[in-house]
């Protein structure tokens, strides 16, 4: 269902447009917190990608074969500043993010990264709260960067593993780093009160579908809370096909043949994660279904990539140049009229409309790497 969309002020920034290629003219200047797109969906969590650069390989994200020696990453001078990031941050806030999660490429790679998450600390909603700050990781330098995180003022970490079988993950990362090391930057993650910390999975059949159980097994019982991510058709150097997909509802029965689960309800609305709970007590799972059971409508998500355009979907194909309004010395009224046109115009659900579209149509689609957005 279509919400109206507002109607806009006749007075807009024309070199904004310009530079944007937004069809509307911008609204209001200053931002209200009450921006909804054309879904009447809210924005409320930013993602932001900080470097497009990591030390891992993994096979369905950075395969060597297109992020080898020669790969161009972007200059440093191309990335956004910290300042040009908590920036865009603060606009985002005023118009209802209340979540930041910085991501990559692999975030604690960018150098001084706990400068920035002091600068994003300060940031406040409109009502006055702290914004969350959230940072997902491969989890290689954690174990050394987590007391640093948390005085920054990080709240929460995700970590990334996709098995416990040494053999296996370090095939998978393609860069031979071992388990033992992710699973100290787990417990030294908690250790300097960032937990309870999420563990993510990511599940390609016949690749490490056999690790769902040894991987339930082992954060049974532990304070990191587990969840199983589908394989997902991201950018176009993964070679995706659907048969790889494992679903959540397959997850979910495979854990609960050995380890039976009951259902949770969702505890924030726009949550990606379905919850399960162990009914021994041993807490809880996740499960992501991004291809089998999409989760567009309630998508409150806008996403800053490495260069500091902003994407309204995960699959977009183009995102808008924001870096661009900063650096032509746009002022922050200018700069949240153009973030609220963007969002005002959003209409995006390709993981709903995925499955109507041909193998052919999907390749067709030049959707940006995964690295490059953050996930
Ligand atoms: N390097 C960090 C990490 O791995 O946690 C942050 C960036 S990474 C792109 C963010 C998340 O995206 C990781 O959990 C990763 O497993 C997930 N991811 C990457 N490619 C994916 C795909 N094709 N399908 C589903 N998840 C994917
Ligand atoms: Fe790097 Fe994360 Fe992608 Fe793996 S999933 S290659 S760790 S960005
Ligand atoms: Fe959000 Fe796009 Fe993913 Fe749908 S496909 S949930 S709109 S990011």
Redesign the pocket.
Same mark, same amino acid.
């Given at each position: 269902m279509t919400s109206p969309v507002p109607t806009h002020a006749p007075d807009g920034d024309s070199a904004v447009r310009e530079t944007l290629g937004v069809r509307r003219l911008p609204s209001t200047g200053l931002a209200t917190g009450g921006l909804v797109d054309r879904f009447a969906r809210p924005m409320r969590d930013l993602r932001i990608s900080i470097t497009d650069r990591?030390n891992?390989r993994?096979v369905?994200?950075m395969p060597k074969a297109v992020f080898g020696r020669d790969y161009a990453f972007l200059d440093r001078d191309e990335l956004l500043s910290f300042e040009e990031i908590t920036r865009i941050a603060r606009v985002a806030a005023a118009h209802g993010v209340e979540k930041l999660r910085l991501?990559?490429?692999?975030?604690l790679l960018r150098r001084g990264i706990e400068g920035l998450i002091e600068q994003l600390a300060e940031l406040r909603t409109p009502d006055g709260r702290p914004l969350e700050i959230a940072l997902?990781? %491969?989890g290689s330098a954690l174990a050394m960067k987590a007391e640093s995180l948390k005085q920054a003022g990080l709240t929460r970490v995700?970590?990334?593993l996709?098995s416990l079988d040494d053999e296996l993950f370090e095939a998978m990362n393609d860069v031979r780093f071992p388990v033992a090391r992710v699973l100290d930057g787990i417990e030294a993650a908690h250790a300097a009160g960032l937990g309870p910390v999420k563990v %993510?999975m990511?599940v390609k059949r016949g690749l490490n579908d056999h690790e769902i159980l040894p991987m339930a097994r082992h954060f049974h019982g532990s304070p990191s809370t587990l969840r199983f991510?589908?394989?997902?058709?991201?950018?176009t150097s %993964?070679g995706?096909q659907l048969d790889e997909v494992v679903s959540s509802a397959e997850i979910v029965e495979r854990i609960g043949a050995e380890l039976p689960l009951e259902p949770l309800g969702a505890t924030a609305p726009g949550e990606t994660a379905a919850r399960w709970r162990y009914t021994d007590g041993g807490g809880e799972i996740g499960v992501i279904s991004?291809v089998t059971n999409a989760f567009c409508g309630t998508c409150n998500r806008a996403r800053i990539s490495t260069e500091g355009k902003l994407f309204t979907c995960l699959f977009a194909t183009e995102g808008h140049d924001l870096r661009a309004l900063l650096r032509g010395g746009v002022d922050d009224d200018g700069l949240a009229a153009a973030m609220a046109s963007i969002w005002r115009d959003r209409d995006d659900r390709y993981s709903e409309v995925r499955a109507t579209l041909t193998p052919e149509l999907r390749a067709e689609r030049a959707k940006v790497e995964?690295?490059y957005i953050?996930?």
């Open positions: 990591c891992f993994c369905y994200c991501t990559g490429g692999e975030p997902t990781t %491969n995700t970590v990334s996709d %993510n990511v991510i589908e394989y997902m058709d991201v950018g %993964n995706w991004s995964m690295s953050g996930g």
